[in-house]
């Protein structure tokens, strides 16, 4: 059974930090493309960051380099994303998702993942 529960959403100013959590069932985490992706009111969905689990390879979006961070936490089967210095243009509904293997970790296309949790919601204000 696919199950992905993203949680630690919140409303903060800009400048300061959150931590999102993503707890998926084992068949799912284990040695798969675990991704991070958001989006904006009005606008497409983009990746964040992504990591293989059964490697640590890390990727990330040019617009999060230096202030997000993609972690791992193989005994729950979770994925964090630690927010930091955080900007009015990260609001968005952040979303975890799964996919098969390594490959989909490359140029993170929502595409290439097949299991989505239901999103927590990051508003940043000035």
């Known amino acids: 059974q696919v199950r992905l529960a993203e949680s630690g959403g919140d409303s903060v100013q800009a400048g300061g930090s959150l931590r999102l959590s993503c707890v998926a069932s084992?068949?799912?985490?284990?040695?798969?493309?675990m991704g991070w992706f958001r989006q904006p009111p009005g606008k497409e969905r983009e990746g964040v960051a992504a990591?293989?689990?059964?490697?640590?390879?890390?990727f990330y979006a040019d617009t999060v380099k230096g202030r997000f961070t993609i972690s791992q936490d193989n005994a729950k089967n979770t994925v964090y994303l630690q927010m930091s210095s955080l900007k009015p243009e990260d609001t968005a509904t952040y979303y975890c998702a799964a996919g098969r293997f390594w490959s989909p970790c490359l140029g993170l296309a929502p595409v290439l993942f097949g299991s989505w949790g239901q999103g927590t919601q990051v508003t940043v204000s000035s």
């Open positions: 084992a068949s799912t985490y284990r040695d798969n493309c």
């Open positions: 990591m293989y689990t059964g490697g640590g390879s890390i």
